[in-house]
């Protein structure tokens, strides 16, 4: 595992025993000071990365773990290195400078970039004018200033960790996916007294999420795909069964059976749905945003293949939501990102049309290429961006699309 933050890297090596068998933090290697005895890979683990732990046979004296009780021990459970830590800075304060204090020095340390952690150890709240005297003249070049600082961000590496694995957590829950072919439409759907929080991949949940909408969810949603795709969905209930229906327009007196509409409906009705979802209510949604996280993640909505079934203008209509929805989502302090696996010149086109008249920044989209290498057979991956006028950049390979159409 390589960690890096700041101007720092924290390298962590594991060997078939499940044991730190490189611990580095910068250039200071952990091991070579306390030998490799003393750190244990823990496979346990809250949600991805596994618990780094300290253990020893070592007899010696451990720092009073009562008072380490008392500040910030979460943070510091590596005894071995904890007491190295302790009693440099011990040696640098006042010899009559309590244990307490000593403590609350090391448990109000900061870690972040080298010039910040210099200042907050020259300027510490606990501190005494010994101390402050002993690393007045420590620079950011400093050896003796650099090993303290790699000594406490290797404290830390445990507490990092889960700050990672809850990152991570975050991230993974604010992941959503459409797959390349939805489910196609039925006449009827079983009512059922089922929580729905998404549209799951395939879209057939489609129904009972609608259902589940609220009154005023549900009448935003049928004005949001009026607005944008000139039909709504109606769902009508009868006898424990669910309908799902398509109003052509607003000023329609006829609805219809999306399985009496062709294809493209049911292809398109979960991607928007889901989309709308994403970009009007991730900031209340429990399953979004699960209570406890403390970061705010981007929101990730991959879709495979979204013009399947879908006529040209229509695939035009869908990159226009496409950018409406992240322009909405911005408005709202959601940072949602489209993943599009698609093969339409006609999305990629339009895409380029909405970045010539300034609906959308050129950096805000990356084309992206996989495609087989003739020589090596090897899958290649090329990356492309938008000019400020709409036009692909150069190095766009011949003949993915007919340039005649781009």
């Known amino acids: 595992m390589i960690i890096k933050f700041a ?8 060997n078939k025993e499940n044991k730190i068998s490189c611990f580095l933090v910068n250039s200071f290697d952990i091991l070579e000071m306390l030998g490799d005895k003393y750190i244990l890979f823990d496979l346990g683990h809250k949600f991805m990365l596994p618990q780094v732990r300290e253990f020893s046979n070592n007899q010696e004296k451990i720092l009073n773990l009562g008072v380490l ?5 979460t943070r ?9 830590l302790f009693q440099i800075t011990k040696n640098k304060a006042h010899k009559f400078t309590s244990e307490t204090t000593i403590f609350k020095m090391i448990s109000s340390f900061v870690i972040g970039d080298s010039a910040t952690m210099l200042q907050d150890i020259k300027n510490n709240p606990f501190s005494t004018k010994t101390w402050k005297k002993s690393v007045n003249s420590w620079t950011i070049e400093s050896n003796e200033f650099r090993q303290f600082r790699d000594l406490i961000i290797a404290n830390s590496v445990p507490w990092l960790l889960e700050e990672c694995d809850d990152l991570l957590a975050n991230f993974a829950t604010k992941i959503s996916y459409m797959g390349p072919v939805r489910a196609t439409a039925e006449r009827y759907y079983r009512t059922q007294d089922l929580a729905v929080d998404e549209v799951d991949y395939q879209g057939t949940n489609l ?18 795909t009026l607005n944008n795709f000139g039909f709504e969905p109606l769902i009508t209930t009868s006898q424990g069964l669910i309908s799902l229906e398509i109003r052509p327009s607003k000023d329609s007196k006829e609805s219809f059976n999306v399985a009496d509409t062709g ?18 209510f991730t900031k209340t949604s429990s399953r979004i945003r699960p209570p406890g996280f403390r970061y705010n993640s981007p929101v990730i909505f991959p879709i495979e293949q979204p013009e ?25 302090g959601i940072d949602l990102r489209l993943v599009i696996e698609t093969h339409s010149e006609v999305l990629i086109n339009k895409l380029g049309y909405l970045v010539a008249e300034k609906h959308i920044l050129p950096e805000d989209i990356n084309i992206v290429l996989f ?20 036009y692909l950049s150069e190095d766009w390979p011949l003949g993915f699309f007919d340039m005649d159409l781009i």
Do not use: C
Request: aromatic residues 12%; without cysteine; glycine residues 4%.
């Open 69 to 73: 009780n008392r500040v910030n021990r």
């Open 7 to 14: 101007d720092s890297v924290i390298q962590l090596e594991i």
């Open 308 to 332: 399947l079934h879908l006529h040209p203008r229509l695939q035009g209509v869908l990159a226009e939501v496409f950018v409406k929805s992240i322009e909405a989502a911005k408005e709202r």
């Open 263 to 280: 294809f493209g409906f049911s292809q398109i009705l979960p991607i928007i749905t889901q989309l709308w979802f994403l970009s009007e």
């Open 76 to 84: 510091f459970i590596f005894q071995q290195l904890f007491s190295k």
């Open 371 to 390: 495609y087989k290498s003739d020589q090596s057979k090897e899958i290649k991956v090329r990356t492309s961006q938008f000019d400020s006028e709409g």
């Open 207 to 224: 129904p009972m999420f609608l259902r589940n909408l609220t009154h005023g969810e549900l009448k935003e949603f049928r004005t949001w």
